[in-house]
């Protein structure tokens, strides 16, 4: 049974900064390309960032790129996402994801292919 375990989420002051994890069981995690998505009440879920199977390439959508890494830990089965310079605009439930179908950054905003799914965790941005 795969199971993809998120944590680190936490309330930050603007400008702060915050690490999640992504703790994987039952699967060869390092088969599979993972992404971090985010989701606010009332918005469609949007990816985040995406990283292939060997860590060796990385993807951002804009509005967090050069704030946010995403990084893994194939030994450890674990994906990370470190968040600096947050901002409200970064508050969301945040989740990790495992792409089961399809080339590693095709649509990947979209969360197409993607089929194993945490549960969230949730960051909270004040000013």
């Known amino acids: 049974q795969v199971q993809l375990a998120e944590s680190g989420g936490a309330s930050v002051q603007a400008g702060g900064s915050l690490r999640l994890s992504c703790a994987a069981s039952?699967?060869?995690?390092?088969?599979?390309?993972m992404g971090w998505f985010r989701q606010t009440s009332g918005k469609e879920r949007e990816g985040v960032a995406v990283i292939s199977p060997l860590g060796s390439d990385t993807y951002y959508i804009d509005s967090v790129r050069g704030r946010f890494t995403i990084s893994r830990d194939n030994a450890k089965n674990t994906l990370y996402l470190q968040m600096d310079n947050l901002k409200p605009e970064d508050t969301a439930v945040y989740y990790c994801a495992a792409r089961i179908t399809g080339a590693c950054f095709t649509s990947w905003t979209q969360g197409l292919g993607y089929g194993y799914w945490g549960q969230g965790t949730q960051v909270t941005v004040f000013s």
């Open positions: 039952g699967l060869i995690y390092s088969n599979y390309c």
